[in-house]
């Protein structure tokens, strides 16, 4: 089944305790993004990547890091969480040209930030 | 300003009745328009794409105005399914836009 998942699903943790968050995808996407959702704000992009090796900031990137050592995977670093990250987080991944094919999203992961 | 923007609602209709929403997007070089469908907090997907000429998809239709740079959504013979938050989402300067959503209820 072509999916994209992330782990944990859920997380409450405390400030400052790194933690990673993990995006895998089986459908041999080039471009991967890291998405958070605040109510009334819609969802933004943290980061995004093109292909292995190859990321670029999105509209929110403080507080956060990615890297993209494989293709099927995108995992989202926060090296020393604040309660502002407290967030609805999503992976998303899609095929091809930049942005006219569907992107596929993850479950979400609800991260809570004391 | 914010790049995407619609109407939060919610639009709270019963079933079998037309429901119609817009949302407005300020880069007017933007290439791409899609409807991404959002129930409760879990992973939004692809509703359709928005093409220049307008599409329609079995109850939904969609509608691209350059000019005044908005799209909408018209959903026939609503059904309890359609209950959920719609999202708007526009391509710009090599990023997707995403507005905060348009909330439907569709109540019996």
């Known amino acids: 089944e072509a999916q994209v998942t992330q782990n944990p699903r859920y997380l409450i943790t405390v400030t400052g305790k790194k933690l990673t968050v993990t995006c895998s995808q089986n459908?041999?996407?080039?471009?991967m993004s890291w998405y958070r959702q605040d109510p009334g704000l819609g969802l933004r992009q943290i980061y995004y990547?093109?292909?292995?090796?190859?990321?670029d900031k999105g509209d929110v990137p403080e507080g956060y890091k990615v890297s993209r050592k494989e293709k099927r995977n995108f995992p989202l670093i926060l090296e020393s969480p604040s309660p502002n990250q407290t967030s609805l987080y999503f992976c998303?991944?899609?095929?091809?040209?930049?942005?006219?094919?569907?992107?596929?999203f993850g479950p979400g992961t609800r991260l809570t930030v004391t | 300003r914010k790049e995407v923007e619609q109407d939060p609602g919610p639009f709270n209709v019963p079933e079998g009745a037309t429901v119609a929403f817009n949302c407005t997007y300020s880069n007017s070089a933007s290439q791409s328009f899609f409807w991404y469908r959002q129930d409760c907090r879990k992973e939004p997907k692809l509703l359709m794409s928005v093409y220049s000429s307008g599409n329609e998809d079995g109850r939904f239709t969609a509608q691209l105005n350059r000019a005044s740079q908005y799209i909408s959504l018209l959903i026939r013979d609503s059904k309890l399914s359609d209950s959920a938050t719609y999202l708007c989402?526009?391509?710009?300067?090599?990023?997707?836009?995403f507005g905060a959503g348009t909330t439907v209820t569709v109540r019996a």
């Open positions: 459908m041999n996407h080039e471009y």
């Open positions: 989402v526009v391509n710009g300067d090599y990023k997707l836009s």
């Open positions: 998303a991944s899609w095929r091809g040209d930049l942005f006219t094919y569907e992107q596929y």
């Open positions: 990547s093109m292909n292995v090796e190859v990321t």
